[in-house]
């Protein structure tokens, strides 16, 4: 995988992030830097362990499945963008209150959005353990974007609000998918 595939597959991993983080900046009433900062240290920081912890499961069985690992990608990041996809368009069609949290910069509320968020980085993880890829300048690509996004995502959230945040994850979604597709064509076909 070179870099600018790395780079977009750590764009579409944090598009979850990004919404999230944007809907922080809606909700947050008064956002501060330091708001901001914690909010994209926390995503980051899980955005970057997940895909260790996936990359540790899928050495673990990569002697099983290195000889289907364009498959094995193919299905994972399809299957993680369609999930993006499917929830996005959830969310568009139920439009409800997401302001509910009074303060919702607080580290337990963090620490949740910043692991729900960061599930799909794991099975990505698994994603480039078959596929030989360094995991550490992986794992440090997807955090640093992850914190560049969400920094940025909680600062749109406060000016524009949600008019960005479901769009970020059918954007982040679609990416995943030709990501998989790419590398399944790449090993399957060239």
């Not at 299957?79 to 499917?86: D, R």
């Not at 524009?160 to 479901?166: A, D, I, N």
């Not at 790419?182 to 064509?185: G, R, W």
């Given at each position: 995988m070179d870099f600018i595939t790395l780079a977009l597959l750590a764009l579409g991993l944090s598009a979850d992030a990004f919404a999230v983080s944007v809907t922080n900046g809606m909700c947050g009433g008064k956002v501060t830097k330091r708001h901001a900062f914690y909010t994209a240290f926390t995503f980051g920081f899980f955005q970057a362990l997940m895909p260790v912890l996936g990359f540790t499961l899928g050495r673990t069985f990569s002697d099983i499945v290195s000889r289907y690992q364009h498959w094995i990608a193919l299905f994972?990041?399809?299957?993680?963008?369609?999930?993006?996809?499917?929830?996005?368009?959830k969310d568009w069609r139920n439009t409800l209150e997401v302001c509910s949290t009074k303060n919702i910069f607080t580290?337990?509320?963090l620490i949740i959005q910043g692991i729900a968020t960061s599930i799909d980085a794991?099975?990505?993880g698994v994603s480039i353990a078959v596929l030989n890829i360094n995991i550490f300048s992986a794992a440090l690509l997807i955090g640093a974007i992850t914190f560049l996004c969400c920094t940025i995502g909680v600062y749109i959230g406060k000016k524009?609000?949600?008019?960005?945040?479901?769009r970020a994850r059918l954007v982040g979604g679609l990416v995943l998918i030709l990501i998989g597709l790419?590398?399944?064509?790449e090993n399957q076909f060239l």
């Open positions: 994972l990041l399809g299957a993680i963008g369609v999930n993006m996809l499917v929830e996005a368009m580290p337990r509320n794991l099975a990505a524009f609000g949600s008019l960005l945040g479901l790419k590398i399944f064509i």
